[in-house]
């Protein structure tokens, strides 16, 4: 799993295609969602999570996307597969690798969040920081499985976000309200039903994938 996870990572470090292509769409989304309230909007800040989580699905989907492009040539995808270790073990991998990517795309975009919303870094920001992690391990679960099982398809590029996207409502709609509440000064107790539900759904997803990737694998 380590060896899989650190040849992403030289890769990545290598090319630096995927974080870049993350921070672009990420910044454009919060800077075009920014700009579509009025600044002085009582809306606005009822706007943020939303558009915060808006800059993750859309970096998200991307990020899986490309997971599993450097072994679609050549046949990398079958060596892979044909390596004596558990194809769990692979998922496991590719997922920790997207969720590092997505992790390390935020520590950029929730900062700019914060000043194009004018929000003020406070004891929230620990509490948003970690909805983001839960919602974000979620997405990343989900999306490596379901990247493994469009990445031989001409139209993944159309296939993987009708077919994740379904799947990980109720992280998106959890980490909306639970970003939402924490922003407006709630305490990680006045959410704690949010909070659960993203632990639950990242710990099923994650156990799900394990299981069928090996099956989402096979031609």
């Keep these: ?27 454009l989304t919060l800077l075009v969602l920014s700009f579509a309230f009025d600044p002085t909007s009582e809306l606005r800040p009822l706007a943020a999570p939303g558009t915060l989580w808006a800059a993750v ?16 040539d050549n046949a990398c995808l079958q060596g892979l597969l044909l390596c004596p270790i558990d194809r769990g073990t692979i998922y496991l991998a590719k997922a920790a690798a997207n969720f590092l990517f997505m992790l390390a795309a935020q520590v950029v975009l929730l ?4 000043v194009f919303f004018n929000l003020t870094p406070s004891g929230a920001l620990f509490r948003v920081c970690l909805v983001l992690v839960l919602g974000i391990l979620g997405f990343a679960a989900a999306g490596t499985l379901f990247a493994a099982m469009s990445v031989r398809t001409r139209a993944r590029e159309v296939m993987l976000p009708l077919l994740l996207l379904p799947i990980v409502m109720p992280v998106l709609i ?3 309200v639970a970003s939402g509440a924490v922003l407006a000064g709630k305490g990680l107790g006045e959410v704690q039903q949010w909070m659960q539900l993203l632990v639950v759904y990242d710990v099923v997803l994650l156990v799900v994938g394990w299981l069928a990737f090996e099956y989402a694998v096979e031609e």
């Design 111 to 114: 900062p700019l969040f914060m």
């Design 1 to 27: 799993m380590l060896a899989i996870l650190l040849k992403d990572y030289l890769i990545e470090l290598r090319t630096k295609e995927t974080l870049a292509a993350l921070l672009t769409l990420g910044v």
């Design 174 to 176: 959890g980490g909306v």
């Design 57 to 72: 699905v859309f970096s998200g989907v991307l990020a899986v996307n490309r997971s599993f492009l450097a072994e679609r």
